[in-house]
């Protein structure tokens, strides 16, 4: 079992757009010239991954003197989740969010396996209205890839091989955005 999962992934991982990717590296790397913001949001999953990268773009594009990516996860405060979830709905905690930001952010990366997640589906509408910029790390064919501006699709309708693959895109954004050139700052 552990050996036909490894072969698995390893399929869908070269099955990867890094055409895609790459756009979306090359985007990160003109928020970061800008000083803009990049928020991230996700559910279960797909939220630890939105922290995830929200951490690695902070920290990992802090190289050769150069400011860091100003990067944001709106799913890490469980204070303001839970006090939107109340007074609005659950669907709108994240959009209610990423309205306090509208006027900094240039991104809005959606991370979600299934790409039909009521409450990042609201928040890249929401997005969209206000002319922010949406990437969606999905599967393939998803409510999520349609809306979105970026699409990177895992091939595969596997949520654990999805995840994988979504934390492994998720840090080949990140060491895209910081890479200056070998040996160059």
Same mark, same amino acid.
């Given at each position: 079992m552990l050996s036909e999962y490894r072969e698995r992934l390893q399929t869908v991982i070269a099955g990867l757009d890094m055409a895609q990717i790459r756009a979306v590296g090359e985007l990160l790397r003109d928020v970061q010239a800008a000083g803009s913001l990049v928020l991230v949001?996700?559910?279960?999953?797909? +939220?630890?991954?939105?922290s995830h !990268? +929200? %951490?690695?773009?902070?920290? !990992?594009?802090?190289v050769c003197g150069s400011r860091?990516?100003? @990067? /944001? +996860? !709106?799913?890490?405060?469980? @204070? /303001?989740?839970? +006090?939107?979830?109340?007074?609005? %709905?659950f669907e709108m905690c994240l959009a209610a969010q990423l309205d306090v930001f509208v006027e900094d952010t240039a991104v809005l990366v959606c991370i979600s396996a299934g790409g039909a997640s009521p409450n990042v589906l609201a928040a890249a509408r929401s997005a969209k209205t206000h002319g922010i910029t949406v990437v969606g790390i999905t599967s393939a064919a998803t409510p999520l890839a349609q809306l979105s501006d970026?699409?990177?699709?895992?091939?595969?309708?596997?949520?654990?091989?999805? &995840?994988?693959?979504?934390?492994?895109?998720?840090?080949? !954004?990140?060491?895209?955005?910081? &890479?200056?050139? &070998?040996?160059?700052?």
């Amino acid at each position: 079992m552990l050996s036909e999962y490894r072969e698995r992934l390893q399929t869908v991982i070269a099955g990867l757009d890094m055409a895609q990717i790459r756009a979306v590296g090359e985007l990160l790397r003109d928020v970061q010239a800008a000083g803009s913001l990049v928020l991230v949001v996700g559910n279960g999953g797909g +939220a630890a991954t939105a922290s995830h !990268l +929200a %951490s690695d773009l902070q920290k !990992l594009t802090r190289v050769c003197g150069s400011r860091a990516i100003k @990067a /944001l +996860a !709106l799913t890490d405060s469980v @204070a /303001l989740i839970t +006090a939107w979830a109340n007074d609005t %709905s659950f669907e709108m905690c994240l959009a209610a969010q990423l309205d306090v930001f509208v006027e900094d952010t240039a991104v809005l990366v959606c991370i979600s396996a299934g790409g039909a997640s009521p409450n990042v589906l609201a928040a890249a509408r929401s997005a969209k209205t206000h002319g922010i910029t949406v990437v969606g790390i999905t599967s393939a064919a998803t409510p999520l890839a349609q809306l979105s501006d970026h699409a990177v699709q895992i091939p595969s309708t596997d949520m654990q091989i999805i &995840e994988d693959c979504q934390a492994v895109v998720c840090h080949m !954004l990140s060491r895209f955005a910081a &890479e200056r050139g &070998e040996g160059t700052c």
